[in-house]
C-alpha cells in the first residue's frame, strides 16, 4: 500500500522522501446502500509529488476523488489534509484546507466569463495577510490542531465581507482590485489571457479544460486533484497538457494526483501509479512496477487473455 | 394626454414595490431553483414589525426623517432574521430532497405566518401576535402634492417620489451587488451549479443564506412602501401581494435580477391602464391574463433564457 512505503519504491518517490505529507487517506470506504464502491482505499500525496489513480471504466476513481473532495462521506476511513481530518466536512472546507479539484465532465461556471471563473474561487484565499480573518491566521490556527476555531475564524471573515460588499468600503475595492490581478495571473499560466472577457461556455473544449485548471489553482490548494484532464484531447495536446501540469506543480509546489485512461500518458508523467478494480486497489508503485503488474493486466484485458497467454 | 401620463406615474409607482418583492422570488429561485411561497408572508410581517414600531414613536418622531429611517431599518433587519431562520430550518434540511418537497415546505411556511399572525396574541401588555382585524397604517409619510402640472391635469405625489426613489437606491444597490462584487459572483456561481460552487471553495451554506436575508429584507422595504400607500394592514394582505410580485418575476423571467424589475413595472403598469381605462372589478383578471399571454408568447418570459432539452 501506498501509504506504508514512501521511500525506496521508486525514483519520484525517493526524492520527496523529506517532503511533508499533503494529503494522507487512510482506509477509506466508501458504500451505497448494498454496493461497495471503495474499499480500504489508500493513499498518500507529498508536495512536488505527481501521481496517477487509474482503473478500468467504473472502477472506483471519480468516487475516491469525491470521498476526499467532500461530496461524499466516507463509510469508514479518514482523509487528512495536512493534517486536519477532514471527512464529514462541507466540500468548501475540504477545500479551504487545501484541496481542489477539476471535473471528468467540465463543470465550469458557463454564464460567466473567464476571468470571473477565477475570481469566484479566489474568493476562498481573498482576504490580505494582514487582516484578522486572513487565511494565514486561519492556517496557522490549523496548525495548532485549532480547526474548529480556524472554521470559525473563516466564517466570521465570510460575513464582515458581505457587509464590506454591501457598504462598498475602499478597503473592498482595493480586495477587488488585487484578486481581479491574482485571477489575471492566473489566466496567463494557463496561457488563457486573450479569453479573459469571453463567456466559459464559448471557450473552445482544450481552452475549457485548461481553465478548469486556473481556477482549481485559484484556491491555493496544497494538492491538485485532476480528473481526467485530458479526456478528449489529441496527441500534441495531450502532451502539451502534461508538460504544463509539470510545470503547474514545480511553480506552485503542489502535490497533484491525476486519473486517466490513456496508459502511455499516465505511465510518462507520473512517478507512482496506484490501480484501482471494482473499488479495490489492486496495485500501486512506480509506472515499471504497475506495467508488469499480474493483476493490473487481468483488470485491463480481461482473464481470457491470460488463459491465452498461457 | 395628461391623463394618460398621470396612468404612467401611478403605473411606476405600484410598479415599483411589486419589484422589490418580486427581486426577493427571483434571487432564491436564483441560488436554490425554489418557489418561496412564503415571500409574501415575510413581506407582511415586515409591515407588522413597521407598525409596531412606528407605534412605540411619537406622532412626530415617526413622521421624520430619522423616524421613517429608524421604521425601515428595524422592519428590515427583523425580516432579514426571519428570512435567515426559515432558510435554516425550514428549507436547508430539505435541500437534497426532490424540489417538490421545498415547494410544499414553503407553502406551508406561508400559511403558517399568515394564519397564526390571525390569533390575537398579547402577553403582559406586549402584543405578540396582531390577531386578524385589519389595522391602519399609520401616516408616517404625510401625503401631499409634490408636483401639479396644469389646473390638476397631472398630479405627482410626495409618496410616489419616495417610493420610486427608495425602490431605485435599493435596485441599483442590488445589482452593484449581484454583478460587480465577488459576493454577487459567488451568488452567479451557486446559482449556476452550487456543487461545483462548493468544491470550488464557496461557502454556499452561507452565500444562501445571506440572499435570503438579502432579498427577504427588500420585501420589508417593499411591504412598507405599500403600507404607506394602501394604509390598510392585515395578515392576508402578503398572499395577493407576494402572488403579483411571483407574476412580475416570471414574466420578466425568473432567477433574471433586471427582469424581474421589468416585468413588475409592466404589470404595474397593466393594471393601472385597466383601472384608469376600465374598470377596477378586472385589475387582478387582466394582471394574471397577461401572465398568461406571456406564457403562451415567451414560455421562459421576457429576459429569461430558453433552455433546450436534449433528447
Redesign the interface.
Known sequence: MSSAAPTGTGAGVSNNGGAATLLRVQDATMQFGGLTALTTFCLEVKAGDLQGLIGPNGAGKTTAFNVMTGVYRPTSGDIIVDGERVNGHLPHQVNRAGLARTFQNIRLFKDLSALDNIKVACLADDRPASSMFSRTRVNALRKQGNFVGARTLDAWGNYLDWWRALLTTSGFRADEERITERATRLLEVMGLQHRKDELARNLPYGEQRRLEISRALATSPKVLLLDEPAAGMNTREKSELMILIRKIRDDFKLGVLLIEHDMKLVMGICERITVLDHGETIASGTPAEVKNDKKVIEAYLGVESKELQA | MSEFVQHIINGLASGTIYALVALGYTMVYGVLKLINFAHGDVMMVGVYVGYATSRQLERDTSQSFFGVTLIFLVAMMTCAALGFFIERFAYRPLREKPKLTALITAIGVSFFLSYSFQVETVVGGLTLLPGAAPKAFPEIIKPTEWLVIGDRDIVIWNWQVISIGIAAVLMT?LQ??VFK??????M??VS??H????????????VIS?TFMLGSALAAGAGILYAIKDTLVQPLMGVTLGLKAFVAAVIGGIGHVPGAVVGALALGLVEEFVVGYGSSTWRDAVAFGFLILVLLVRPEGIFGRMTAEKV
Open positions: 444597490g452593484y451587488l462584487t465577488r459576493f454577487g459572483m459567488a452567479r456561481a449556476f451549479d456543487r461545483t460552487a462548493g468544491l470550488m471553495g464557496i461557502p454556499v451554506d452561507k445571506f
